[in-house]
């Protein structure tokens, strides 16, 4: 199992609550489907930006109490209805997914993160709020988790964003360790290739542990759930590792024995993390 952005969703978890599932679904659809727009298909960006627009369109008629349509934005506003649901999340989301459509490279490691701030965290708020537990600590924990889920997801998806004509690892980081596109393009594993993700790596790897405290303050089924995202990211992190780098051709994904290795070190993670941050 790879670890995609949307992916992270427990939807329909068995930890999940039941009383949530139906709210976490209709957030899920909205952000899948928004996020395929973006992707999927082979639409000119005009087009794939004017229906990223209609999805704005809908937040501005859900949060004037207007009736919507479609099934994705009726969930959303019955959501919003219910549990008083916050939409910045919601409109952030779009705005990353119509800078993919326009934005194909990132010069600088702060604007990455910028684009992280509204692709990834976003879905952490919501959860946090569907939980009443969106205190501003947990909410700046929880930014770090998602953001470094994100990174996490770029740096196994490298050939596949190549293809796309997209590259999210930082210019000046490439230009730094001597990577250029043609790395990229041809596939090519070297020193230089090596040394750069291993820094990405490493960088990731310390942005999910300076927040992974909060899966430990979180209660019952929510802090459990984040446990095992936390070392399902963690675990990505280390295959790629074990590929020595190469995820052209030995893409990470996560098997039957990774699952087990990650709910016994969700269960041991008080005293691994508390371990690891000393050691780091």
């Known amino acids: 199992m790879p670890v995609e952005h949307y992916e992270n969703f427990p939807v329909a978890s068995l930890l999940l609550p039941a009383r949530l599932r139906p709210a976490v679904e209709a957030i899920y659809a909205f952000a899948r489907s928004a996020d395929d727009l973006a992707d999927e298909g082979n639409a000119p960006p005009g087009e794939r930006l004017a229906a990223l627009s209609r999805y704005e369109e809908a937040l501005d008629r859900i949060e004037a109490g207007d009736e919507v349509e479609g099934a994705v934005f009726a969930n959303i506003a019955s959501v919003r209805s219910q549990y008083g649901l916050p939409l910045r999340p919601l409109r952030d989301l779009i705005s990353a997914f119509k800078q993919d459509v326009v934005t194909t490279r990132y010069a600088k490691l702060e604007e990455l993160l910028d684009y992280c701030s509204r692709s990834a965290s976003p879905v952490g708020h919501l ?18 988790i998602c953001s470094a889920l994100q990174l996490i997801n770029f740096w196994q998806d490298v050939a596949i964003d190549w293809r796309k004509a997209r590259i999210y690892l930082p210019l000046s980081d490439m230009e730094r360790f001597g990577v250029t596109e043609a790395h990229l393009a041809e596939g090519i594993v070297d020193d230089a290739w090596r040394k750069l993700m291993r820094f990405e790596v490493n960088r ?54 990774d699952w087990l290795c990650m709910a016994w070190r969700a269960l041991s993670m008080k005293i691994r993390l508390a371990r690891m941050v000393h050691v780091g």
Do not use: K
């Open 127 to 144: 959860m946090l709020f569907l939980y009443g537990t969106d205190s501003p600590r947990n909410l700046e924990d929880s930014d770090a």
């Open 204 to 257: 990731a790897r310390a942005m999910m542990l300076s927040g992974a405290s909060l899966a430990i303050r979180l209660p019952g089924r929510i802090g459990w759930e984040l446990r095992l995202v936390v070392q399902g990211g963690l675990r990505i992190l280390e295959r790629i590792e074990m590929a020595d780098y190469d995820v052209f051709r030995r893409r990470p994904v996560l098997g039957p024995l």
